[in-house]
């Protein structure tokens, strides 16, 4: 009985290959995954990023799916966007085959209902994994078949739908794919805009030979910011490899928060649908809130992690959903991410009037931020407590534990420590009114974790 308790994650499957995942272990994913959905729909879509690995093992995928009677359609190299856009719009069942940001060796499975709906531990993933670690029962029915479908010309009209450009002034915009999916997806997307894209690694690379394919690491956007001030473009946007996430940066090479992003598109969604529900993570900044709330909004409050707000997304309606990694979910993309869906409001937003970005983000970004910092501790609980004990009961101060710790200062000022649930890690977010203040706090909170 194979121990999968290494690769079969919160939301997905991810291991190094041909140490933890290989083509016969995928096949077995592919026939438990077609056990599970098998009830409710006759066929499963599969797409592939670009990693070396990911057309073995997509193939292997779909041998299991097929094993147990069910067809697969292939929709061949995709971002993990593209592939819930087949899921939402075929209505069936969806594996996409990424690590997304990690390094070439890794690779891994999302998987999804019809309709994108996640699969995640509570939602299929652990049911699978057990079918899996006690031997995948044999189907002695007829097997599936394996058809072909390209989704990319469609999933671009159906963005460009959701977005209207055709009033925008003409954009000069570099992209940086980091040898990831977006060097795949950009193109159709943005044919035809009023847009001149200057591309940087759009070889498609599983190797990633430039940088690592994960712009959340301010190392990895150094190149894009370069460029954007050479040839003075407009704005600046970075995919992750599997083009799922969009980071922005502006006229001037200086990033713009997610937080901001996710404040600029739900001004943009509200404009649409008044009164509408926006769920923002509780790390995102405060301002995400007290912007929704002002342009007649309701902000609901959510752990972190997709799993959540897409459930929490269904449960309020939502019209709209933001995270500080980076993530958007659109319900209009049937409630999953996609960052080309909200770097096409971005753009859209920037091209309607005159002024730089960094003057139309301005307005969005309110207080100042850390960023994540982690900590590697010996043991999470312990630090946890020691640091609820240093602010509990201090006047003004509220704490609540909707997902680790997060304290409310008097004045504004607020932190949130979460544990890592796969590395003895925590996690700190500090938000302020000035740099000045995070920084004070940041030292406050640290000294206490790493005492």
């Known amino acids: ?64 799916v097929t094993s147990q009677g069910l067809d697969v359609v292939s929709i061949g190299l995709a971002s993990t966007d593209q592939l819930y856009f087949a899921s939402g719009s075929l209505n069936l069942p969806g594996a996409m085959f990424t690590a997304s940001h990690n390094p070439a060796k890794y690779n891994g499975i999302k998987m999804c209902r019809a309709g994108a709906s996640p699969v995640g531990q509570d939602t299929g993933l652990a049911e699978i994994r057990d079918t899996v670690e006690q ?56 044919e035809g805009l009023p847009i001149e894209v200057v591309p940087m690694y759009f070889e498609l690379d599983g190797t990633f030979p430039n940088h690592e394919a994960n712009p959340l690491d301010p190392a990895n956007i150094v190149d894009l910011q370069a460029k954007v001030r050479e040839v003075g473009a407009d704005a600046g946007l970075a995919f992750d490899g599997d083009a799922d996430r969009c980071f922005v940066v502006d ?13 600029l598109v739900a001004v943009r969604e509200l404009a649409k649908e008044p009164g509408g529900t926006v769920i ?39 019209i709209f959903g933001g995270e500080h990694s980076a993530h958007y979910y659109f319900r209009d993309f049937w409630r999953a991410d996609t960052g080309m869906l909200a770097a096409l409001h971005v753009l859209a937003a920037l091209g309607e009037q005159n002024g730089p970005l960094s003057a139309l983000t301005q307005d969005f970004s309110r207080y100042a931020a850390s960023g994540e ?73 640290l000294a206490i974790v790493r005492a």
């Open 1 to 64: 009985m194979p121990d999968l308790s290494g690769i079969v994650k919160a939301y997905d499957i991810r291991g190094v290959v041909g140490e933890q995942l290989d083509a016969a272990l995928v096949r077995d994913f592919g026939a438990a995954f077609a056990l599970l959905i098998k009830p409710e729909a006759p066929a499963v879509v599969i797409g592939h990023d670009m990693r070396d690995s990911s057309p073995e093992l997509s193939a292997a995928f779909a041998d299991g």
């Open 135 to 190: 031997g995948v029962p044999a189907f002695e029915g007829q097997r599936g078949t394996v058809s072909e479908r390209d989704v990319l010309s469609d999933y671009a009209a159906y963005l460009r739908n959701l977005v209207d450009l055709s009033g925008s002034r003409p954009l000069k915009v570099v992209v940086d794919a980091g040898n990831g999916m977006g060097g795949h997806t950009v193109p159709t997307v943005f």
């Open 251 to 263: 006229e001037r090479g200086e990033p713009v928060s997610p937080s901001a992003i996710t404040a």
């Open 280 to 318: 923002h993570n509780l790390i995102t900044s405060k301002g995400v809130p007290e912007i929704v709330a002002e342009h007649g909004g309701k902000p609901v409050r959510t752990r972190v992690g997709h799993s959540f707000i897409k459930a929490e997304m269904a449960r309020t309606g939502a």
């Open 373 to 445: 910092i982690n900590s590697t501790v010996s043991d999470q609980v312990a630090r946890m407590l020691a640091v609820k004990d240093a602010y509990a009961g201090k006047s003004g101060v509220q704490i609540d534990e909707l997902d680790g710790l997060t304290v409310q200062l008097p004045g504004g000022a607020w932190f949130n420590l979460r544990p890592s649930n796969t590395e003895p890690l925590l996690r700190l977010n500090v938000e302020a009114a000035d740099r000045a203040a995070v920084e004070a706090l940041t030292a406050e909170v």
